[in-house]
């Protein structure tokens, strides 16, 4: 890939992690905190994974300059 598109990918990846924790925020409001807990972990694992790829894919390229 190219350097902007590894750029647009990275932002990508990390606006998926934020519409998974906002979900996550969302749907509990909606239907409070009685659910499992296991569904929280798994978003929240989600969201981590999505941000820290689109993290590496924005850094990849800023280190290949220096």
Sequence with gaps: ???Q???EFGKWLMDIAK???TGI???S???SFDEPKW???IGGV???LFLFAGLLFLN???SNKN
């Design 5 to 7: 598109a590894d750029r």
């Design 46 to 48: 989600t969201a981590l």
């Design 29 to 31: 409001f909606f239907k």
């Design 19 to 21: 519409y998974v924790v």
């Design 39 to 41: 569904i929280y972990i």
């Design 25 to 27: 925020l969302i749907g």
């Design 1 to 3: 890939m190219t350097e």
């Design 60 to 62: 990849s390229k800023n």
